[in-house]
């Protein structure tokens, strides 16, 4: 009689997950779950401020099609989800506010990305500061873009740290605006002054003037052979 000991996709999945929930890992997945407690508590408990009442009302006009034109301070992004949110239940400050405190956690679990510029310890007490600060904790529970903005603004900043540290990228690679997080746009008036602020990239008519003068300055000192010209840069 003979034992058939092959192990079955469910326990390699479990090897694999078991494998993969290092101790640093479970602590992010604490930290992560303690900042979606504190932004999801009693969310729905305050009354709407006015610019949150702008947002939902905003939402509420779409669904309804009313032909009313949202606010200029309206984030586009938190419309078009208030706007899916209110079709399927209720417009309450609770389903108003849940996208933002989303939102607001993820962008605690985005400092796992900068292992490597802060250290293992450092981006973990970063996000422990991130999960219990008051400020994002208020910006998380407001019915409001900036938790988006913010969040754009850590996703920016994870990725150009990521594109720094690759050791194989092009180091005369050109981050546009086309290459930024839609999200970073999205939020109301603050994003894009945000994305400036965090990683606002140098205009490309400026770039193609400064890519002239390096190819003249080659030029002169090299000749034609080794200079790439500006329309191949």
């Given at each position: 009689m003979t034992v058939d000991i092959t192990p079955t996709n469910t326990n390699r999945t479990g090897a694999a997950i078991v494998?993969?929930?290092?101790?640093?890992?479970?602590?992010?997945?604490?930290?992560?779950?303690?900042?979606?407690?504190?932004?999801?508590?009693?969310?729905?408990?305050?009354v709407m401020a006015p610019g949150e009442a702008v947002q939902a009302m905003a939402a509420l006009d779409l669904i309804r099609h009313t032909g009313a034109q949202p606010a200029g301070e309206t984030s586009p992004l938190l419309l078009s989800l208030h706007a899916l949110t209110f079709l399927v239940t209720h417009a309450t400050e609770a389903a108003s506010r849940v996208w933002p405190a989303l939102a607001g956690t993820l962008l605690v679990l985005l400092t796992y990305g900068l292992r490597k510029e802060l250290g293992r310890l450092g981006a973990l007490f970063a996000a422990l500061l991130l999960a219990v600060s008051s400020s994002l904790v208020f910006w998380s529970r407001s019915a409001t873009g900036e938790?988006?903005?913010?969040?754009?603004?850590?996703?920016?900043?994870?990725?150009?740290?990521?594109?720094?540290?690759?050791?194989?990228?092009?180091?005369?690679?050109?981050?546009?605006?086309?290459?930024?997080p839609p999200a970073a746009f999205a939020g109301g008036d603050t994003g894009s002054a945000t994305v400036f602020f965090f990683g606002?990239?140098?205009?490309?008519?400026?770039?193609?003037?400064?890519?002239?003068?390096?190819?003249a300055s080659c030029m002169r000192h090299y000749g034609a052979g080794p200079c790439s010209g500006p329309d191949r840069m």
């Amino acid at each position: 009689m003979t034992v058939d000991i092959t192990p079955t996709n469910t326990n390699r999945t479990g090897a694999a997950i078991v494998q993969w929930l290092t101790i640093e890992r479970m602590a992010y997945i604490a930290i992560g779950m303690l900042a979606l407690v504190l932004r999801l508590v009693g969310l729905g408990q305050q009354v709407m401020a006015p610019g949150e009442a702008v947002q939902a009302m905003a939402a509420l006009d779409l669904i309804r099609h009313t032909g009313a034109q949202p606010a200029g301070e309206t984030s586009p992004l938190l419309l078009s989800l208030h706007a899916l949110t209110f079709l399927v239940t209720h417009a309450t400050e609770a389903a108003s506010r849940v996208w933002p405190a989303l939102a607001g956690t993820l962008l605690v679990l985005l400092t796992y990305g900068l292992r490597k510029e802060l250290g293992r310890l450092g981006a973990l007490f970063a996000a422990l500061l991130l999960a219990v600060s008051s400020s994002l904790v208020f910006w998380s529970r407001s019915a409001t873009g900036e938790s988006f903005t913010l969040l754009a603004a850590m996703a920016l900043i994870v990725g150009l740290a990521g594109w720094r540290r690759d050791p194989g990228g092009d180091n005369s690679r050109r981050i546009d605006r086309q290459e930024l997080p839609p999200a970073a746009f999205a939020g109301g008036d603050t994003g894009s002054a945000t994305v400036f602020f965090f990683g606002g990239t140098t205009p490309p008519r400026f770039r193609w003037v400064a890519s002239r003068r390096g190819y003249a300055s080659c030029m002169r000192h090299y000749g034609a052979g080794p200079c790439s010209g500006p329309d191949r840069m």
